[in-house]
């Protein structure tokens, strides 16, 4: 009787064997990969398979976000200048798209409109004011843990 191979054992055989094919083969995958004719192909394929890089790209993303976050808040201690620059320059953009958003912040702030609690918890801690109307200055005083949870539709504002 043969033994069947499951599709997790011939994955992980599979992972294996292209590591070692790669690591004995390195120079000349190398010297491959920088070739025009590779360059490309690799545009074309991208082209096509637009939808499925981009789901791979997300999953991937998902799955190291801790990874992601941690290397990021590196770089931003190793690099405060350029990091302060370009918060700036993202900060300016907001603005330009979104003008009605950051007068209806600013009226805000200026003039007091938060509540002392969340409408949500009742916390007092890290309160910020969600908009439900920017036209009107009209919306709700929510902390920053419900704010999240608001935008990502896990709760639903009073």
Not at 69 to 89: G, H, M, S, T
Request: overall charge positive.
């Amino acid at each position: 009787m043969k033994d069947t191979i499951t599709n997790e054992k011939r994955k992980k055989y599979m992972r294996e064997y292209m590591k070692k094919w790669y690591n004995k083969n390195r120079d000349k995958y190398k010297i491959y990969r920088e070739t025009k004719e590779r360059k490309e192909y690799m545009k074309i394929y991208a082209k096509k398979h637009k939808e499925s890089i981009q789901e791979y790209k997300r999953k991937w993303h998902i799955k190291n976000r801790d990874k992601i976050i941690k290397k990021v808040n590196k770089w931003e201690k190793d690099n405060p200048e350029r990091y302060a620059q370009l918060n700036r320059k993202k900060a300016k953009r907001y603005q330009k798209k979104y003008p009605e958003r950051v007068k209806a912040s600013n009226y805000v702030y200026n003039n007091k409109q938060r509540d002392d609690t969340c409408s949500q918890c009742s916390s007092t801690e890290n309160l910020e004011f969600h908009h439900t109307d920017y036209e009107n200055n009209k919306g709700t005083t929510l902390c920053r843990n419900c704010h999240k949870q608001l935008h990502r539709g896990e709760v639903f504002a009073v």
